[in-house]
């Protein structure tokens, strides 16, 4: 991996097709949300499907906490819908055949040639695609539990978060006095209604 890809950098701005065929950057399907980043081998690999169904399962907690998730596997776009379809995600898939995120973040796994995959990484990133945390995941046990999952994103967002803890001073006057930019969701009805 690249030195500078490392807590506190920023992880790049890649444009990949997704798994419509439909070409997405990473910052617009971030937002300004945290979001779980998948670099992952493909279909072909069976613990790629075991942490996508455990990934899968956890979506429900992940779809109400303002947070994103997106896969880059370098399989083509079919192969890329069926990995999708097959451990049952509803986030984006982006697809890389062309090894172009392999090459810049120089994480070809060289001991698989045959298939020619990433070193799959599992990254928790803020807001600006800004590295909270890493994980290597060329042997299974590397890659994140759930559980550390939820720490990194409950640390990530309490940082991000203005009004992670409502008691903290100022929050109650400022919503009483219709001043909702701290209040992550209501800022962006406020902008609208105005």
């Not at 990473?26 to 493909?42: H, K």
């Amino acid at each position: 991996m690249r030195s500078d890809i490392a807590p506190g950098g920023t992880f790049p701005d890649y444009e990949l097709p997704d798994h419509t065929d439909v070409p997405r950057r990473l910052s617009e399907l971030q937002g300004d949300d945290p979001m779980i980043l998948t670099l992952a081998r493909g279909h072909y690999c069976p613990k790629e499907h075991q942490q996508h169904q455990e990934l899968a399962a956890f979506y429900p907690k992940i779809a109400v906490s303002y947070t994103q998730i997106v896969t880059i596997a370098t399989d083509e776009h079919h192969t890329l819908q069926e990995f999708r379809a097959s451990v049952g995600a509803q986030w984006p898939f982006l697809s890389d055949p062309g090894r172009i995120v392999q090459r810049d973040l120089d994480i070809q796994e060289y001991t698989d040639p045959d298939n020619d995959p990433m070193i799959p990484h599992t990254l928790v990133l803020k807001p600006g695609l800004v590295i909270h945390s890493i994980y290597n995941g060329y042997w299974f046990w590397g890659r994140p539990t759930i559980a550390e999952l939820w720490q990194d994103l409950r640390a990530a967002s309490s940082e991000i978060r203005p009004d992670w803890d409502l008691s903290k001073p100022g929050l109650r006057e400022a919503w009483k006095a219709g001043d909702l930019s701290s209040f992550h969701g209501w800022d962006k009805q406020a902008a609208a209604e105005s």
